[in-house]
């Protein structure tokens, strides 16, 4: 009996996908990527933005055509989708089997078995099931892996449904993390990514408090021991911590300081600040002012020499005036941000911004999306020329074609920034899948970076 499952969304979604993949696998089912073999089939939805909606709904659809010319028994649906729309998807969906809200994942077995007491569990998200140490997450990559710090968030930005979705804030115990953190980096994983809804709040609802700096520390201690992969300089080098999903008014100085203090910790800061008009910040309930940014982010940059700062922004929020517009295009032109993503306001009834007055045009919203994109394309490029020349680890991670590879190094976070293109040559005694190399870096694109193994 074979299971297949189809994860869509951000890595929090991965890593729930993982977990229920664990779980089936210690109650014997086989794990298969091929969904014309499988007996169930499982889709991970998400539901944050419409085309997070749309895509979820035609990979259900699609999925479903196995029931009449596959193997395929029994379809669920599991994760935001349900948990965001309830009874109207289900209705809508009549091809689904079994619907577990965000909240049943634990239930996941019983699921894929039919023996739930209903084929639509949608609890409260303040319950969603934590993974701790009973079960075994079945990874994506043999070498990096997502581990999650936190569920849910207790922020209360207008244009966001992840406080319905996921609950308020919940930070897992630190010995449970070291100790998961510590099962991966014995399996040969090379870079632990840290991902929460707010990673930088960590700990603030635990009793006593923890923080953010403290669990680094922690993660620090148990991966500087064992055999790893040569670096950069002929020295044994660390498996790699990275963190992703920080907020601004969460990332003290404490942060900043361990970070610049650990080498391993990857100078890396994925702070989305949404925009940086103030009277826009204002309506999206973000409580910080363009100056608190630019504040932070010279801060980060004075005190740690090689920060990388990644963020994403909104355009086309309700109320967003041409004047705010340039205002935010200003100020992405003046801090020359490492990576930046954009998005284009998504909304829908069940946001507090959907009743907010002057809603921008979609053509308008496209409009700017493509003007920031455009400049952030200029900066990239121009960041990246300093790299040229330079030699850099990077973290191997696919064969391409013969003599040539790709990865990423500590810079370069998986599927939202660029990649290293690695050449090879006769002379070089090869390189492996998911260890470290020293390149060379010889050219330089606007998101992507070439070299040659050294």
């Keep these: 009996m074979k299971v297949n499952l189809v994860s869509l969304g951000c890595a929090r979604n991965l890593v729930d996908s993982e977990v229920m993949l664990g779980r089936l696998k210690d109650a014997g089912w086989s794990i298969t990527d091929d969904p014309a073999g499988a007996s169930i089939i499982i889709i991970n939805t998400c539901s944050f933005i419409e085309s997070a909606v749309n895509e979820s709904i035609d990979t259900i659809l699609e999925l479903a055509k196995y029931k009449q010319n596959g193997t395929c028994r029994r379809l669920i649906v599991t994760g935001c989708l349900p948990q965001r729309f309830g009874e109207e998807i289900v209705h809508s969906l009549p091809e689904v089997d079994a619907f577990l809200g965000t909240g049943a994942f634990n239930m996941i077995v019983e699921a894929v078995q039919g023996s739930l007491t209903s084929d639509c569990l949608l609890p409260d998200p303040d319950l969603l099931y934590f993974h701790e140490q009973d079960t075994q997450r079945v990874k994506s990559a043999s070498h990096m892996a997502y581990l999650k710090i936190a569920e849910g968030c207790s922020k209360h930005c207008t244009y966001c449904i992840i406080p319905k979705l996921r609950g308020t804030q919940r930070s897992r115990l630190p010995i449970d993390i070291v100790a998961e953190a510590r099962d991966m980096i014995s399996s040969g994983v090379k870079e632990l990514i840290l991902?929460?809804?707010?990673?930088?709040?960590?700990?603030?609802?635990?009793?006593?408090?923890?923080?953010?700096?403290?669990?680094?520390?922690?993660?620090?201690?148990?991966?500087?021991?064992?055999?790893?992969?040569?670096?950069?300089?002929?020295?044994?080098?660390?498996?790699?911590?990275?963190?992703?999903?920080?907020h601004p008014e969460s990332i003290d100085n404490s942060v900043i300081n361990t970070v610049a203090e650990h080498r391993n910790i990857c100078s890396y800061f994925d702070i989305p600040i949404q925009h940086a008009s103030n009277q826009v910040l204002k309506r999206m309930g973000r409580s910080y002012s363009r100056s608190d940014l630019r504040t932070l982010i010279h801060k980060i940059r004075s005190r740690v020499a090689d920060a990388v700062i990644r963020t994403t922004i909104i355009v086309?929020?309700?109320?967003?005036?041409?004047?705010?517009?340039?205002?935010?295009?200003?100020?992405?032109?003046?801090?020359?941000?490492?990576?930046?993503?954009?998005?284009?306001?998504?909304?829908?009834?069940?946001?507090?911004s959907h009743n907010l007055s002057g809603h921008v045009p979609q053509d308008v919203a496209k409009m700017r999306h493509d003007r920031i994109m455009s400049a952030q394309a200029e900066i990239s490029s121009e960041n990246n020329r300093k790299y040229a020349g330079k030699l850099v680890k990077v973290l191997v991670e696919e064969a391409l074609e013969e003599n040539l590879f790709s990865g990423r190094t500590a810079f370069q976070a998986p599927d939202v920034d660029g990649i290293t293109y690695i050449k090879t040559n006769k002379l070089h005694p090869g390189i492996k899948i998911g260890c470290f190399t020293d390149v060379r870096i010889?050219?330089?694109?606007?998101?992507?970076?070439?070299?040659?193994a050294v």
């Design 195 to 246: 991902v929460a809804q707010d990673t930088t709040s960590y700990g603030k609802d635990l009793r006593p408090t923890i923080d953010l700096s403290q669990l680094l520390t922690d993660l620090f201690n148990i991966t500087t021991s064992g055999d790893f992969c040569q670096g950069v300089a002929g020295r044994k080098d660390n498996v790699w911590i990275r963190v992703l999903y920080g």
């Design 316 to 352: 086309g929020f309700p109320g967003e005036t041409d004047k705010d517009f340039e205002a935010l295009l200003s100020f992405v032109k003046d801090l020359r941000f490492d990576h930046l993503g954009v998005f284009i306001y998504s909304d829908f009834k069940d946001i507090p």
């Design 442 to 452: 010889t050219d330089t694109l606007e998101y992507d970076l070439v070299g040659e």
